[in-house]
Nanobody
């Protein structure tokens, strides 16, 4: 099993910044990649940013490119997402997720952290 603990959400004004953290523990050797997903009220969950467990490959959703940066601290088994130039439409619950090598989908999820951007 892999446990994921998120932190860093909150309330920020438009144009501001926040940094989310996701600490992984347990069978981290089985992780293939990790990512951040978000879900706003009445909307489907969407992938925001993904990073390989080695940290060598990243992916960003079109709506956050050039504003969000995902990174990983290998020593701490922690994934970060720096969010800059935040917009009200970024308001959502953000979830950290991990996909194990043997899985075709993200099979470990954090508890979620609320990000609210006021206009």
């Amino acid at each position: 099993q892999v446990q994921l603990v998120e932190s860093g959400g909150g309330l920020v004004q438009a144009g501001g910044s926040l940094r989310l953290s996701c600490a992984a523990s347990g069978r981290t050797f089985s992780i293939y990649d990790m990512g951040w997903f978000r879900q706003a009220p009445g909307k489907e969950r969407e992938s925001v940013a993904l990073i390989s467990w080695s940290g060598g490959s990243t992916y960003y959703g079109d709506s956050v490119k050039d504003r969000f940066t995902i990174s990983k601290d290998n020593a701490k088994n922690t994934v970060y997402m720096q969010m800059n130039s935040l917009k009200p439409e970024d308001t959502a619950v953000y979830y950290c997720a991990a996909r194990s090598v043997s899985s075709g989908h993200y099979n470990y999820w954090g508890q979620g952290t609320q990000v609210t951007v006021s206009s």
